[in-house]
């Protein structure tokens, strides 16, 4: 896959004309927490998360999309799968002046008759709140996830941050820290 890259010129294009995100620049400037959060609703609302386009391709063709063709899906409203929604939105916060980061993970969904895990792609922001703090940005998921989730703060004991509950798209979930890069 090419190197994804965002240009500050096509953010402003999105934010502005595929978002219609008005104010976005002061929103940013005035509170950056907030603009993420608003960001995420705003995005999830124009950018569906679906499997029609990849279960529209012959099974022997589909892949994973390029970075080309992510953009494309995004600007068209078209969304997709965890993987565009969230590598976009990733460049999206970069081209902004965030420190963000593109992982992979596993959710693991654990219903009484139904245990399956499933892979998944996810952003990191570092230093949304304090320096030092991490945050999940995750607008590719199942059922839509509306604000920034702390999972590290240096203000805050570690403990207290594994006992934080989330409640999202009907969903009950919550991050815990095992080991040092580990959260489950």
């Known amino acids: ?19 219609q995100f008005e104010n976005w620049n002061e929103e940013l400037q005035n509170d950056k927490v907030e603009f993420v959060n608003h960001l995420m609703i705003k995005y999830q609302q124009k950018q569906p998360f679906q499997t029609l386009s990849l279960l529209s391709e012959d099974l022997n063709a589909r892949k994973i999309p390029t970075w080309e063709e992510i953009k494309t899906a995004i600007f068209t409203k078209e969304g997709g799968l965890c993987h565009t929604l969230n590598t976009f939105i990733w460049m999206l916060l970069k081209a902004l002046g965030y420190d963000v980061y593109l992982v992979m993970s596993n ?21 949304l709140t304090v320096k030092g703090s991490l945050h999940v940005i995750d607008c590719g998921f199942v059922t839509p996830i509306l604000n920034a989730i702390i999972i590290e703060d240096p203000a805050q004991d570690e403990d207290s941050l594994n006992e934080m509950m989330y409640h999202n798209g009907g969903k009950i979930f919550k991050y815990v820290k095992r080991g040092s890069n580990t959260y489950v």
């Open 1 to 19: 896959m090419e190197t994804p890259s965002l240009t500050k010129e096509e953010a402003v294009t999105f934010l502005s004309d595929v978002l």
């Open 107 to 127: 959710v693991v969904i654990n219903e009484q008759c139904f245990k399956e895990t499933f892979n998944h792609t996810l952003v990191i922001v570092r230093d």
